[in-house]
Structures are given as structure tokens and as C-alpha cells.
């Protein structure tokens, strides 16, 4: 008896092009996958995960407190709060405005809070050429809404993705008068991957050439916290950025909310499109309309972050990081290897000339059964260099400081 | 002496010409204007607010309970935990299809968690033409990426979008065959504002209608918990609904997390793009790369949502407001008026023909301080129209329907 052979049903509906120009995996699983293939091979292997630059240490008791009493609070007829304001709660605006911008003018009103990745966010307004040093999300992001232009597959770059290289040759920081102009640049400092914090004197040229060009600089400071130098924790300690620059910055790093989720986006009123209407009036546009704000619970364990004794409490989480970092560090240059980052960054950058950086990767986890993060997985540039995360127990970070001197 | 003018910079960055397609400000700020100028006219007026559809009961202890619980576990080396998986904790996925979707055949891996509105995760693809009835933020959302056309000012309506208008005439459900076809068909049940529940033979005819034309339904589920009549709580209790449909939905509405923010979405293997690729790949893919999940802490409250004893709770808090919602019905048909919805959602739809439906806003607002939405504000096809919400303590409900019967 004949049947007929099942063919399932498909829609009429096209898949966005721009979808397919993504190559690969997100880097992130892919790490993962490697390491289930070598714990499949070494069952006994004790693997220490240096790699995907998670925060490991436990939140500070006064931070969790706080969300746990507001928490609890939506129990109760008086402290139950549904929808809450979408750029976030005014007190926890002004105390962003207050303790991290203080001295730099920033109002609260120029403040809005977001759960969703900084890139996803800006993507959203997608109507930006860019210029960006490898941030690996916005990338992806900018590529799925069409801004990136078309793939060259020689190359792995797009094509209406300008890429300034930043490494030991130029001191982390691009020849800015051999780059043509961009509607915006994407600027990370302290920088993922290279743990390099941007000087006083470079943010001052990346202010002017900027201004010079009309363009925006987007400023990743997610980092900031980490800066032990005196290097500028924020674009707007610079004269003039407010003219010229969004900063976008999170609790994740600084607080260890990468599982709570918070962060939030400066756009000051003085910066305008050509027309001269002030971005800030879109942005928050956009915030309200397409977003609904970040959890009521994380906003509350923000505030408690920024209280005095939470502030105090988490500069000392980042302390032993650092400490973590200085040991990575030492570990690395007694081995005579070009060790850049973990000075003002939780990362470390370390040089392999001539190298693959997946060898490199793997190369590391056979050997030491330590994960790295390979620098191409960040973009083209990152290639020859694997990073480190200095997030861990002082233990793991012991332990991995001694298989580097045994093993390789 | 002749001082220069201070003439302030400019980017040379173009305004996103979308965004200048947006029209008045967003709904519900509008409506608070309204209320601000109201009471600064009549300082002592008690107002009922029963405008925006926020959540007001107290959220179980048992949920409150396990947040907290997880939320304290953040502050120990054993429960400290930072990125979690970007789709969704793999419990909590299970507990979903298990409890929301059991019988109905969807799978934990079809299931990714999301705290941004719906409509920006979709808008985030943008790769489709949409129809859609009045769904307010999903609407500006496309308007924004640029899926909605050009805006026409007489009828307030965008050029790519193609309008179901849903009232009594059609006992709320489009005649599909005099639609023409569109990639995507966004659909609301129980629909928000009308508070109309669509039945299993309007489900099934909207099923048979996407599949006929290779359209995918986007099928917003978030008052599912409300529906009393046996009517479907989702799309996927439709035979064959697998292959033309996303369902989207949240804890919202459904546990009083309208602060808490986490909510769902599911693609089901078997919906394909016209060229056979699997839609939930690409999904799964902006997730991983776009969004970095929901917090952890609401996810922890979700998973407690499910439970036996939770979901008990909530079921009955939803009684609770849908008895608001018969007290508010009960009080509009003394009146003799035009009442639709409040049967299965806690929306009330209010008909006055010829009206316009702002002066209908303002008229309740002067009369008996009760703050209502106009059902302009939902699209064009609200004219004529008000939605009260039933959410709301008893004793002002009962006030409510009091000043109802005594003023108008």
C-alpha cells in the first residue's frame, strides 16, 4: 500500500539575512563544549575555570539583606509594588548621579536602568555605523540588526565595521588619525579582553576626535571599579564628553550581579543628533516603550550597593580579586610570556607571537587543565593571545599559579 | 566687548527617522499627566485608580520565601552563583512545560526565559511584516526597527501593518478570509484591552488561516491564568499549532511579578522559516548573544510559582481579582451600558458609541475620580471605548462601583 511520504510544513516567512552572516557558536558554549570533550577524555582531571570571567565571591551580607527585606516586603499589603518606573527608581538614579558621578555633573534624569545586555539596548535604536574595538556582544548584536554589513569570510570582519586594533604595539590605544570617520565608537575601558585602562591623555584624544568627527562615543565602563591607577573611571571625567559620549556601565562586575542582573546607561542632555535633538529623549523613549525595567529586587540590592557600608563591603571583594590577579600575573611573567591587563582589570592578556590562539587555549587545558578564553573568540585582532579571568577562590588561583610553573 | 555666542555641538549622527515617526507620548505616562493635573485641580479627590492593569495583591509567602531564601544563598560560597544559562535555569524550563504545558507536548528546550518586553525580543529579529490587533507595545516596538511602515496621520495607522479590528459586531475575532496574507499575525488571548477570550473554533480558524497562508501567529498568552470557561490557555492546545505558532507569555500578570519581571516565550522545532530552517535556532541564538537572561532571583520565584503549594496561592489571588472583576461588571450592566470582557481576564471593555473615548476618560475622572484607560490609546480600533482593570483591593473595587452607580 502506498503512503504518502510526510513532508512537514513550512511558513512563508523569510529568515532575516543578517542572521546568517553569523559564523560560529557564541563563544561561551563553545569554551564549554571543549572542556565537556576533555573531561570526557579525563574523567580525573580538576579543572580550574579561568575562562568565561564570571564572578565567583558571594555578595556582600548588607546587599543581600536589603533585596531579601524588599523581597519579602512584596508579601505584605504595604510593601507590595507592581510596575515600577521603566528607567528605574529615582532614588536609585540619584544615588548612581550621587556616588559614582559625583563631581562630574551627571543629573538623575540622565540615568536610565536596564536588565538586557548594553548592546542589545543600543542595537534596539539601530541607526548607527560603528567603529568598535572588539566587543564581542555588540558585534553579534549589530550584526543581527543589519548595521554590520556584509561578512568577509577571509578576514572574519564586516564590512561596515571599522576595527581599531588596540595592543602592545600602540599602547592598547588606536592611531585615531588614521581611522576614517564613524557615526559611533564603541570604546571598553578598562578593556575586555586586554585588561588595559584607557589614560587620562588617550580618553582626552578619543574626546576630541569624537567631537572633531561628530561622532558618539559609546563607553563600556563596566569595569570601572577595577581601576587602581588613576586612570578615569568614567568618559566624563574628561572635559567636554558630555557633548560627545553615552557611558554604559552594570553592577555585574562591580557588585557580582551577573546572575541579579542590573546596570544603566548615562546619556547626557548635551548630547544631540545633527538635527539637534537631544539622544536622551529617544533613549528613554525607547526604555519606556520596549523595556519595562529591571527587577524592583535588583534596583533595591543597587541602592544597598551603593550605600556606604555595601560601597565599603564591595571594594573589598574587588581587593582580592586584584590580589587574585597580582598572582596570575606574577605566575605568567616568571615564565618570561608578554603579560599585559590585571592591573586595572580583572584580566589578563598574555601573548603568544606567531601562535593560534584555540592551540594556545587548548594547548593550556591539556597541560594545566586550566580554561583560558581564546583571544580570536573576541575578534580578529585577538588572535595570538589568550586571556585569563582573575575572578575565582584564592585557592584555584593558587593552584593555577603553581601548574603554570610546573607545566608549561 | 563683543562676546561670541555659545552655540552648542552637534553630533553629525542622524536621528533613527523611525523614531520621528512615533506619535504623542506612551500611554500610560499620558494617563498619569491627566491624574497629576486632576488632583492639583481637586486636591482632596480620593482617586480609584483602575487605569494601567497593575497587579496589587501581596505575592505569596511561599514565593516571597524561596526568593529570599535564594536571594541570602548569594551571600555564601556554596549558593553564590553569577551567570546562570542565558535561556532560562533548565528546572525552571521543565517546570514549565511540565505544568503550563502538559498534555500539550512542548519541550523544556522549546521554552526560553525573558525579562525585556515581548515585543522588543521579537522586534530584535525584525524580519517580519506584521498584523497585529492593537497591541500597544508591540505596535511602537516595530515602529522603532522600522517594520510598520509609514505612519498615516488622518487614521493614526502604519503602512506595513495590517489592522484586525475585533469588537461586538465580530464577537472579537477578525473575518480572517477578508485579510490579506502577512508574515506575522500577533493575537492576544485573553486579549488585552476587549478582555475577550478567544475559543477553541476561533483558535482553530486562526490556526487553519496561518498555516493556509505560511504566516507565523505570535500568540501572547499572558492572562492565560484568568480564563474560567474552558476556553484554551494556549495556542498550542490547537492541533497543528506547533507549526505556525510562538507563544509568549509571563509571570506578570499571572503572580503579581510586574516588578519581579521574568516572563517566557516558546517556539515550538517544528516552526520553520520558508527555507526549512528552524525558527527556535535562530531564537535560542539572539538569547544566547542579545540577552544574558532573566535574574536569577525572579527565576528562583518562578520555579516556586509552580510548585503545588504556589501555584494553589496564585489561583487564588486570580479569584480574588476576577471577583473585582464581577463586582465592576455587575455595576457597569445596572447602568444599562455596553460591557464586554471580565469573564475570563480582568479587563472590562466599556462601549459608548459616538463618543470619543479620551473625553469618556476625563468624564469618569471629573465625575467619580476613577482612573480608566481610553481605548484610543490601544489603537485606532479602541475609539469609543474605556478599559477598566479589576485589579485592585475589595473595599476600593466595592467603592468604586458605588461612585459608579451614584454619579454617571
Request: glycine share 10%; charged share 20%.
Amino acid at each position: 500500500m502506498w503512503e504518502p511520504q510526510l513532508v512537514s510544513h513550512c511558513s512563508k516567512v523569510p529568515r532575516n539575512v543578517n542572521l546568517e552572516k553569523l559564523r560560529s557558536g557564541y563563544l561561551f558554549p563553545e569554551i564549554s563544549r571543549h572542556e565537556a570533550e576533555h573531561l570526557q577524555e579525563n574523567p580525573d582531571a580538576s579543572l580550574i575555570r579561568l575562562g568565561i570571567g564570571d564572578t565567583t565571591h558571594p555578595i556582600p551580607d548588607t546587599i543581600t539583606l536589603a533585596m531579601a527585606e524588599h523581597v519579602r516586603g512584596l508579601s505584605t499589603i504595604q510593601g507590595y509594588r507592581g510596575y515600577g518606573a521603566e528607567q528605574g527608581n529615582m532614588a536609585l538614579r540619584k544615588a548612581i548621579a550621587g556616588k559614582i558621578y559625583q563631581d562630574m555633573g551627571i543629573k538623575a534624569d540622565e540615568i536610565l536602568y536596564r536588565t538586557e545586555h548594553n548592546a542589545t539596548f543600543l542595537a534596539y535604536s539601530c541607526f548607527w555605523d560603528p567603529m568598535l574595538p572588539w566587543l564581542y556582544k555588540t558585534h553579534l548584536s549589530l550584526v543581527i540588526v543589519g548595521q554590520a554589513g556584509e561578512l568577509e569570510e577571509e578576514t572574519g570582519k564586516y564590512g561596515n565595521i571599522i576595527y581599531m586594533n588596540c595592543g602592545p604595539e600602540n599602547n592598547f590605544f588606536p592611531n585615531l588619525w588614521a581611522i576614517p570617520r564613524t557615526d559611533v565608537i564603541f570604546f571598553c575601558s578598562p578593556n575586555n579582553p586586554t585588561g588595559h585602562a584607557a589614560s587620562r591623555q588617550q580618553l582626552k584624544q578619543l574626546v576630541e576626535f569624537a567631537k572633531a568627527n561628530g561622532s558618539i562615543i559609546v563607553y563600556d565602563s563596566a569595569y570601572a571599579g577595577y581601576i587602581r591607577d588613576g586612570s578615569p573611571r568614567s568618559i566624563f571625567e574628561i572635559p567636554g564628553a558630555k557633548e560627545v559620549a553615552i557611558e554604559i556601565s552594570s553592577f555585574s562586575k562591580f557588585a557580582g550581579f551577573t546572575g541579579v542582573r542590573l546596570g544603566w546607561t548615562v546619556v547626557p542632555e548635551e548630547l544631540k543628533y545633527s538635527n539637534g535633538f537631544p539622544v536622551i529623549k529617544d533613549l528613554n523613549r525607547i526604555v519606556c516603550t520596549c523595556f519595562n525595567g529591571a527587577s524592583s529586587i535588583a534596583q533595591a540590592g543597587g541602592l544597598a550597593c551603593l550605600s556606604t557600608d555595601g560601597y565599603q563591603a564591595l571594594c573589598n571583594v574587588i581587593d582580592y580579586y586584584m590580589e587574585n590577579a597580582k598572582i596570575l600575573v606574577d605566575g605568567f611573567k616568571s615564565l618570561d610570556l608578554n603579560v599585559y591587563g590585571g592591573k586595572n582589570a580583572p584580566y589578563i592578556w598574555v601573548h603568544f607571537p606567531g601562535l593560534n590562539s584555540w592551540d594556545v587555549f587548548s594547548d593550556f587545558l591539556k597541560k594545566t587543565n586550566i580554561v583560558t578564553v581564546p583571544g580570536r573568540g573576541f575578534g580578529p585582532a585577538g588572535e595570538e593571545n589568550i586571556r585569563i579571568s582573575a575572578f575565582g577562590q584564592r585557592e584555584h588561583i593558587l593552584e593555577a599559579s603553581r601548574r603554570l610553573k610546573l607545566y608549561l
